[in-house]
C-alpha cells in the first residue's frame, strides 16, 4: 500500500475500503454515489455489508487510474486479485459507482 495517495480517487477510495473493513455504514455512505447510497438503504443491506467486510483486501495496490469527463476508473491489486473500481465526479467530489474483483491467474 502505498503512503501518499497519487490521485483524489485513491483517497476516496481507501476511505472506502478503511469503512468497509470496519462496517462503518455513514462512512461508507459518504465515499459512494447517491446511486449506491440508495442500495444502502435496502432491506438486507446490513447481511451484504458483513460478507463485504470479510471479503476487503489487507492491502491494495492502484496500478493505474482512467479517466474520461466525469468518470474515471482505477485498476487496483492486491496479493491474490485485481480490481477495478469505478467513480464518478459529483459537485467536485470523487465517488465509488461500483467495483469488480477476479482472482490473478
Given amino acids: ?3 501518499e495517495p497519487e490521485y483524489p480517487q485513491e483517497i476516496v477510495f481507501r476511505a472506502h475500503l478503511a469503512a468497509l473493513r470496519a462496517g462503518d455504514v455513514e462512512a461508507l455512505r ?15 443491506f446490513e447481511a451484504k455489508l458483513a460478507v463485504m467486510t470479510m471479503l476487503v483486501p489487507d492491502a491494495v495496490v492502484v496500478c493505474a487510474v482512467e479517466r474520461e469527463g466525469p468518470w474515471s476508473r482505477l485498476v487496483v491489486e492486491s496479493e491474490d486479485q485485481r480490481g477495478w473500481v ?20
Avoid: C, H, I, Y
Fill in 30 to 44: 459518504r465515499t459512494v454515489s447517491p446511486g449506491l447510497a440508495r442500495e444502502m438503504d435496502r432491506p438486507g
Fill in 1 to 3: 500500500m502505498a503512503d
Fill in 86 to 105: 469505478n467513480f464518478v465526479l459529483e459537485e467536485g467530489a470523487w465517488l465509488v459507482t461500483g467495483q469488480r474483483w477476479r482472482g490473478k491467474s
